[in-house]
């Protein structure tokens, strides 16, 4: 259940646009659909945050400092969720990392967001 494979993350300028996807290669079927999935990032010198979350109803849920601006989705058929993240400023650079929202025994390598200021 532990293969996540995160991409999508590089650099941009402030105002700019990304889109990440993470493919939970090794989690079956029937535990990636009920689940609710989300987002986490983690900037140098801080602690992961949840940055957004989706039920398996479609149902989002986001970090303050994103509503308004990212946008988080999935693909049940693909295994595969994303996150549409719009009008980036300086802040948002961080490594950005998907999982369950209730089981973190496995993490990915992520994919690094740098935003310059």
């Known amino acids: 259940q532990g293969r996540r494979v995160e991409s999508g993350g590089g650099l941009v300028q402030s105002g700019g646009s990304l889109r990440l996807s993470c493919r939970f290669a090794?989690?079956?079927?029937?535990?990636?659909?009920?689940?609710?999935l989300a987002w986490y990032r983690q900037a140098p010198g801080k602690e992961r945050e949840l940055v957004a979350s989706?039920?398996?109803?479609?149902?989002?849920d986001y970090a303050d400092s994103v509503k308004g601006r990212f946008t988080m989705s999935r693909n049940n058929a693909r295994k595969t969720v994303y996150l549409q993240m719009n009008d980036l400023i300086h802040e948002d650079s961080a490594v950005y990392y998907c999982?369950?929202?209730?089981?973190?025994?496995?993490w990915g390598q992520g994919t690094q967001v740098t935003v310059s200021p």
């Open positions: 999982n369950f929202l209730t089981d973190h025994t496995y």
């Open positions: 090794t989690t079956i079927t029937s535990v990636f659909n009920p689940s609710t």
């Open positions: 989706i039920a398996s109803d479609g149902n989002t």
